[in-house]
Nanobody, 111 residues
Framework: QVDLAESGGGVVQPGGSLRLSCVVS????????IYWYRQAPGMQREWIAG???????DYEDSVKGRFTISRDNAKKTVYLQIDNLKPEDTAVYYC?????WGQGTQVTVSS
């Protein structure tokens, strides 16, 4: 069973937007805060946003104002809206909870 499945990545021009999705399995969704991380080429994986079971959001300082995390309980999905994309946002984006990682989705920002 796949507990976390990301999608929504792609190639986007600077200034564009993307919405990443993380579909969470039934067995863990309602009891788990969900986090988004990213890993750029040659860099360590870094935390960028999280959302609790009751919808409280938190963000790494460098992404505040451009990234929005949300969750849809009916769809058991956590979203990461990324606006005004920059080349430095290029990375593989992962969702994470309770020692479980998704497979990641690639975001490439390039003109």
């Amino acid at each position: 069973q796949v507990d976390l499945a990301e999608s929504g990545g792609g190639v986007v021009q600077p200034g564009g937007s993307l919405r990443l999705s993380c579909v969470v399995s039934e067995r863990i969704y309602h009891d788990s805060a969900i986090y988004w991380y990213r890993q750029a080429p040659g860099m360590q994986r870094e935390w960028i946003a999280g959302i609790t079971t009751i919808g409280q959001e938190d963000y790494e300082d460098s992404v505040k104002g451009r990234f929005t995390i949300s969750r849809d309980n009916a769809k058991k999905t956590v979203y990461l809206q990324i606006d005004n994309l920059k080349p430095e946002d290029t990375a593989v984006y992962y969702c994470y909870t309770n020692l479980i990682w998704g497979q990641g989705t690639q975001v490439t920002v390039s003109s």
